[in-house]
């Protein structure tokens, strides 16, 4: 009995670091999400997050909508199907919808185009946007109760303007320190950081931790001196380095908290078109020994070692059966490292990629 109990341990400690050391595999789920309730369809799903109860949340875009998508909505009605969803949507792992609200109201300033979801560790949800006038960013409660709004629309300024921000793409709220870093965006230069309780401005900064500049360089350059447009996502790791996507520059940079550069990851350093590097995450073991990275120009998820960028996996394709990409936007994993993704530009879809190793 203590012979087989040692050697179950001992198999035990040999296998828990596989989730770390090797790749990890995924499988589509064509059935997820279930069928929307109300003759709702998605627009163009611009946003993805996933919460300590791994409730999935999709920010998406009515106003993307085609009349041919919402004919039922049209006077008169043209057609069936369909109306469109309200832009937040809360589904569980099975793939049914939990909740949906949003859209303008009365105390904040809506965004003209929806741009970027994340739900902080205190389960506030936080929007941004990236029409051409919009500098704001929102905080709800989960169910919709507006609590807080960064900046405000208008014409755009600088990448230096404290008081607003410039079609913001992506925020991350430390908990513990109460802040939120927001990438600022497709005309801001920089990742800007406030008070995530009061909306106090703390600090900004650009590429290689310099102070961003709004001189038009040309794209596609990894060792462009300012980051490009977008700035499309930040995300901090448990070790508290924060990850920037400069997506047109097909790079990832990172920084200490206080905007000290650390370091870079170049991506694919071929693609032009939108770039290489529109979203990542975490890989789910401690010490996040994995990137994942979104691509929407390659219409591929691909698996980096976090230290030093190295390509290990990959998968997805230019497409649209399930499993494939049409400009792939956003990713996010859940506790159990399954994967969602939402897709622009006329892709208007979520998926779901399931961990089946290793």
Known sequence: MILRLASTLLMMMFALPALAEEPPRFQVDPSWPKTLPNNWILGQTAGVSVDAEDHIWVLQRPGSLTN????????????????????????????????????????????ANEHGISIDPNGFVWIGGNGEKDGQYLKFTRDGRFVLQIGRPGDQTSSNDTTRLGRAADAEVDAIAHEVYIADGYFGHRVIVF????????????????????????????????????????KIANDGLVYVCDRTNNRIQIFHKDGSFVKELVIEPASRAQGSVWDLDFWIDPAQTFLLNADGTNNEIRTLVRATGEIVGAFGRNGRKAGEFHWIHNLALDSKGNVYTTEVDTGKRAQKFVHVGP
Do not use: I
Not at 82 to 96: I, K, M, R, S, Y
Not at 199 to 228: E, I
């Open 195 to 234: 008070d995530a309780d009061t909306g106090a401005y703390k600090r900004h900064w650009g590429a290689y931790g310099n102070a961003p500049a709004d001189a038009k360089l040309d794209p596609y350059n990894p060792t462009s001196p300012q980051f490009g447009n977008p700035v499309h996502c930040v």
């Open 68 to 111: 041919d998508e919402k004919a039922a909505t049209l006077n008169p009605p043209t057609s069936k199907c369909c109306a469109a969803a309200p832009p937040v949507l809360e589904f569980d792992v099975d793939g049914n919808l939990l909740r949906a609200w949003g859209g303008p109201g009365a105390g904040y300033d809506w965004p």
